[in-house]
């Protein structure tokens, strides 16, 4: 009996006071090097249980770049579920008469699809439905339109971008926000070639589908061989003009650029007017409701009144949500969040859906805590979370009837998306246990989702913030860290083993 209980005070210190591998790379590595002591960094994981692995500042509310994105598309496969489909509704005022003329205005009726025009695989192809449109037009009857083809964006309350996004990002293809009725992910695309001679005029020209009434102002010049696409574009909605500045390479050919377009909605509109002028349907003009640029005075009716023709649906969110996550897609992010807002609180807007999104979490027992929250997708830098938050949301995801949606969603090592080339040069079987979301902007680097382990499933946040130096020296410590977690899930639990040996 003696022995038995001296060898149990012998296991004890060892196996419950000694630290773990995670913890250990933290002190030993990460505490110790300049360029993490003189940054602002945050690290947490807990286990299957919620007990802590490992941690570093866990409270300390920090810069998140696109880990938020998980966040918003969590909450909003749970609130909408997975099998939601975005539509968008073709409906007119007024009164056919015999000759086939509508006397009013034809609307497209926004509902805020996302992919409504979009490029990627996910969408559905625009010429389809266009199609279907057209030819719903012409079952009505209306072979002519003596009023305005409307671009229709109530379904959100007017507000083109967040509040705390920078002036420099809102002319990049990541920096389109969105609308009730959305276009081309509200991007629009630019062939771009280089001058014949350093310094000699670049030509860029816009493409179709036009954002008809735009003013370019086109200052880049050709660099030096190597200088590479280097051209910065400035937009925003209050005024139909975009100016395009910088360089670009000599050595550089013929190339399509994407940036943002403000105005998505009206986009639409001129494109499908001119879809149904090819099909022989004349109109006198085209105009969008939100916007006081292009509403060209005329009086519209009220939703509510309007006689719907068709109606075209958007592919199920959890494939959209896939496509957000996998790719970081700020716009469809954005999208997301405006809908909780419309879907809990009534109104599309940012106001709206971050106290709503605030109020769902409570309302599961979740505390915001720890929560700072001024857009969807990360590109804000007035986006503050806190480690603890991140993992006591993604325990509280995991036990909501959408987490499977959610977890696949994910990307991860060595899988097509944003973490592809993470620990590239690692384990195959040990990679393929973390699904996790990265964020970067200028000096900021994170990480957070889960590690799918021996012991359950872990979760884990690490925020490295004002980082003085390149991304690239900072990027193999993080990337360690996320190493030492998921071979810490590998190991047999050594009190358990005693404990079954005893």
């Known amino acids: ?185 509200n991007l629009s695309y630019f062939e771009i070639e280089a001058g014949s001679d350093v310094g000699a005029p670049v030509r860029i020209r816009p493409l179709e589908p036009y954002a008809n009434g735009m003013t370019y102002i086109n200052l880049v010049t050709t660099g030096e061989k190597g200088d590479g696409e280097n051209t910065s574009y400035y937009t925003s909605n209050l005024s139909p003009v975009g100016k395009f500045t910088g360089t670009y390479g000599i050595d550089r050919g013929l190339d399509t650029i994407a940036r943002s377009n403000k105005y998505g909605p009206y986009t639409c509109a001129s494109a499908f007017a001119y879809y149904l002028k090819n099909k022989g349907i004349k109109y006198k003009g085209v105009s969008n409701i939100n916007d006081f640029t292009f509403k060209n005075g005329i009086e519209v009716s009220d939703s509510s009144t309007l006689i719907l023709i068709t109606e075209t649906f958007s592919p199920r969110i959890q494939e959209i949500v896939n496509v957000t996550n996998r790719i970081s897609n700020n716009f469809y992010a954005e999208t997301f969040l405006k809908m909780i807002g419309k879907t809990l609180a009534g109104e599309g807007s940012y106001s709206a859906s971050f106290r709503a999104l605030k109020e769902y979490l409570n309302g599961k027992g979740l505390s915001t805590y720890g929560l700072t929250q001024n857009d969807g997708s990360g590109l804000s830098r007035q986006n503050y979370v806190s480690p603890r938050f991140f993992c006591n949301y993604y325990n509280l995801m995991s036990e909501s009837d959408t987490f499977a949606e959610f977890f696949e969603s994910l990307p991860g090592p060595g899988r097509p998306g944003t973490l592809e080339n993470v620990l590239k040069n690692e384990d195959t079987a040990l990679k393929s246990t973390i699904h996790a979301k990265s964020g970067s902007l200028s000096n900021v680097r994170c990480y957070a989702g889960y590690v799918d382990s021996a012991k359950g499933l872990l979760k884990f946040a690490i925020l490295v913030n004002n980082f003085d130096c390149p991304t690239r020296m900072v990027q193999p410590k993080i990337e360690k860290f996320m190493k030492e977690l998921a071979i810490f899930g590998t190991e047999v639990d050594e009190v358990k083993v005693n404990q079954v040996t005893k």
């Open 1 to 185: 009996m003696y022995k038995k209980f001296l060898l149990l005070i012998l296991f004890i210190p060892g196996a419950l006071f000694s630290q773990n591998r995670v913890q250990d790379y933290i002190n030993k590595e990460l505490k110790t090097d300049s360029l993490f002591i003189n940054s602002v960094t945050g690290i947490l994981a807990v286990d299957a249980l919620g007990n802590e692995i490992a941690s570093w500042n866990p409270d300390m509310p920090l810069l998140t770049a696109s880990t938020m994105k998980t966040i918003t598309t969590g909450v909003a496969l749970s609130v909408l579920g997975p099998d939601y489909r975005f539509s968008t509704k073709i409906a007119y005022d007024g009164k056919i008469n015999r000759r086939g003329v509508l006397k009013g205005n034809l609307y497209i009726v926004g509902g805020a699809d996302p992919t409504l025009g979009s490029k990627d695989t996910v969408a559905f192809s625009i010429d389809s439905i266009f199609g279907v449109w057209a030819q719903a037009v012409k079952a009505a009857g209306i072979k002519k339109i003596d009023g305005f083809v409307i671009a229709d964006d109530r379904f959100f309350v007017d507000e083109t971008i967040p509040d705390g996004w920078s002036w420099g990002n809102l002319g990049y293809d990541y920096g389109s926000g969105t609308s009730g009725l959305s276009f081309c992910e």
